[in-house]
């Protein structure tokens, strides 16, 4: 099945440092979302993004929508401790009922 | 409290015998979904369902079977011919099958 290459695959930051991290792919999407997984524990949404360009925050998240369809960033900036965990992208094929997901970047904070 | 209930959260099996696998949503969506999660993978869908008595084979159906027979339900059964059946299992579920896609706490199955 098809992936997204999402980068980086891991992060140790300070607290208080911004995040960067992005989804690529050759596909084009209609939809894009951001979410956040703890060990042992479903996803959770944080961010949604319907349309090429878009920027869209969420406290201290921001994510776009890239303006080729086929990428997106997700941004957090001032991070705290609580930020720790696997955040990971999703993207849904324009025409289709289909997600394809990122293999997530494990974020750990240090305090 | 609106959202996707999944049970069990941990589940053991002896090799050879089904278990299934349950997802109840009280959102009132239309489509739900059954996603595999390994290490180090992306989620992989197993099967998803646009509407009651209706659903679709992903790209891991084999070794899997599901039912829609009520909109709130759609539980997941772990056959026997899975080759590998230990992994996290998510339920999702959304409006349509555009938008934003919320999922259940997970189940982890392992097999003995």
């Known amino acids: 099945g098809q992936q997204l290459n999402q980068s980086p695959q891991s992060m140790f930051i300070q607290e208080g440092e911004d995040v960067s991290m992005n989804c690529t792919s050759s596909?084009?999407?209609?939809?894009w979302l951001w979410y956040k997984q703890e060990p042992g524990e479903g996803p959770v949404l944080l961010i949604a993004?319907?349309?090429?360009?878009e920027l869209t925050s969420n406290g201290r998240l921001t994510a776009q929508f890239g303006i080729t369809r086929k990428d997106s960033f997700l941004n957090i900036s001032a991070s705290i401790p609580s930020d720790v965990g696997i955040y990971f992208c999703a993207g849904q094929l324009s025409g289709t009922y289909k997600y394809i997901f990122g293999t997530g970047t494990r974020l750990k904070v240090l305090a | 409290d609106g959202g996707i209930t999944q049970s069990p959260k941990y589940l053991f099996r002896k090799e050879g015998q089904n278990v299934t696998l349950s997802c109840e949503q009280n959102l009132n969506h239309d489509a739900m979904y059954w996603y595999r999660q390994d290490p180090g993978q992306g989620l992989r869908l197993i099967y998803y369902s646009q509407i009651v008595n209706d659903f679709q084979k992903g790209d891991i159906a084999e070794g899997y079977s599901v039912s829609r027979e009520k909109k709130e339900s759609f539980p997941l059964t772990v056959t026997s011919a899975q080759k590998n059946p230990t992994a996290f299992y998510l339920c999702a579920s959304s409006i349509s099958t555009t938008g934003e896609l919320f999922f259940g706490e997970g189940s982890r199955l392992t097999v003995l």
């Open positions: 993004l319907y349309k090429a360009g």
């Open positions: 596909s084009i999407f209609n939809t």
